[in-house]
């Protein structure tokens, strides 16, 4: 088995990095810098958008945060990150709310574009303030995202609820600053953060 990483420790590489190290199988790191890295040829053989993270799993090419996230889920399947087939309602929805809505919202935001109200039908998302209260309505009694076991959809919703709360781009409502203190405590999370913040140091 052969599994290699392509990231940036300042890219949503991190969030594959703490799935991987939820999967727990080894893997191969290989860092690519922005710019000329990024878009030579021979990543772009990996990812022709040339941007990070990507992973190459026994020759099958994966790219974008969520789809490395369930992929890796399905796997590996002994490490429990996905739920049965026939319990897998809230796995797709938060998962894809989150690459949807949830970066969508946080992006226009960090760009300065406001959506006017009369267009908002026009969007996804909707509102920044339908976002966070879709989130904190279902997280308000949850441990996770599907209940009482940790997922896929965990890692990669979780980690854009933290950074939205990191940066500002999400309002820090209890129910989402509890969610990420608990994601953020797991041994996983914590091995990924200090890998890549070595990785900066260095």
């Not at 760009?111 to 908002?120: F, I, T, Y």
């Not at 939205?164 to 990924?192: D, K, M, T």
Request: proline share 6%; hydrophobic share 50%; aromatic share 10%.
């Amino acid at each position: 088995m052969t599994l290699t990483f392509y990231t940036n420790p300042m890219s949503r590489g991190r969030i594959a990095r703490i799935m991987l190290e939820e999967v727990g199988a080894p893997y191969e790191t290989v860092i690519l810098g922005y710019g000329a890295e990024m878009k030579a040829d021979a990543y772009r053989a990996v990812n022709p958008m040339g941007k990070v993270p990507a992973i190459v799993h026994d020759g099958r090419i994966v790219t974008e945060g969520a789809a490395i996230c369930a992929y890796l889920a399905d796997a590996f399947p002994a490490a429990g990150l996905a739920p049965p087939i026939a319990d897998r309602a809230d796995y797709y929805r938060w998962l894809f709310f989150a690459a949807g809505p949830v970066e969508a919202v946080t992006t226009v935001g960090a760009l300065g574009v406001a959506v006017p109200e009369e267009k908002q039908m026009m969007v996804g998302w909707g509102s920044l303030d339908a976002v966070v209260d879709a989130l904190e309505a279902h997280l308000a009694d949850r441990q996770w995202f599907c209940g009482d076991q940790f997922t896929a959809a965990d890692v990669y919703a979780g980690s854009q609820v933290g950074w939205g709360l990191q940066f500002g781009s999400l309002p820090p409502r209890p129910a989402l600053a509890a969610y990420a203190e608990r994601l953020n405590a797991r041994p996983a999370a914590v091995r990924a953060r200090e890998i890549d913040d070595a990785l900066l140091a260095g």
